[in-house]
């Protein structure tokens, strides 16, 4: 057959020669053999994630990094994984009763969903992200400084939403003003102004314009109580 054919003049297309053989590691580009490359094969099957990659690069602390390539991923605890892993307990949203996914967290709950309202209305767009797919979508064009920039935003932003569910469902600790999240936020946007100080600039306008779009939305002190 025609297959059998074109496998023979791939053989015969084969110089040997009397020297010894050499092993040539074709995943990597100096074809030498890395665990990095090999963990890369198993875990991407040579594709190059580019999402992943940004997600590494951003100024921010390496626990934020990790939880968010595990949410991009789909692996952090919410009660839709626990109860794939045979949990007893309630699949459901305890703060709104919706069933509770990793987009619902960190996108769908009414609390996330402030969060994304005033990064809308700080950054003019038109749309409130839903999910991952929805943000990458509406930063889609972004390059460079700018990337890394709202990809240390998109990592403070989860970050606040997951550690305030938990404080609020396993410690019993309020949030008496959604808006403080915002402030929390902010906090970890400084602090990649700190590691990348070559973002400077950037950082300071975004935080600069998400303040400005939480302080419109803060009620006027009375000067009573």
């Not at 059998?4 to 092993?23: C, K, Y």
């Not at 700190?194 to 950082?203: H, P, Q, Y």
Request: aromatic share 10%; with cysteine; charged share 20%.
């Amino acid at each position: 057959s025609e297959e059998w054919l074109a496998i023979g003049d791939i053989i015969n297309s084969i110089e040997l020669s009397d020297g010894p053989d050499v092993f040539l590691w074709g995943l990597n580009k100096n074809k030498t053999y890395t665990s990095k490359s090999m963990y890369r094969a198993i875990l991407f099957r040579g594709v190059t994630n580019t999402r992943m990659q940004g997600v590494w690069k951003c100024p921010c602390l390496e626990k934020i990094k990790h939880f968010l390539s595990l949410a991009l991923k789909n692996r952090i605890q919410s009660t839709e994984q626990l109860k794939k892993k045979g949990w007893k307990g309630s699949e459901f949203c305890v703060l709104c009763g919706m069933l509770e996914t990793t987009d619902h967290i960190l996108f769908q709950c009414p609390m996330a969903s402030l969060v994304w309202c005033i990064c809308r209305d700080a950054f003019d767009s038109s749309i409130i992200p839903r999910s991952f797919e929805d943000f990458f979508l509406i930063n889609g064009s972004l390059g460079g400084a700018d990337l890394r920039v709202f990809l240390t935003l998109l990592a403070a932003v989860c970050w606040v939403l997951w550690s305030t569910r938990n404080n609020m469902i396993f410690r019993e600790k309020l949030v008496y003003s959604p808006l403080s999240l915002m402030f929390q936020i902010n906090s970890f946007l400084q602090l990649g102004r700190i590691l990348s100080s070559k973002d400077a600039e950037n950082f300071d306008k975004i935080t600069r314009k998400l303040m400005d779009a939480t302080s419109t939305l803060r009620q006027p002190r009375s000067g009573v109580g």
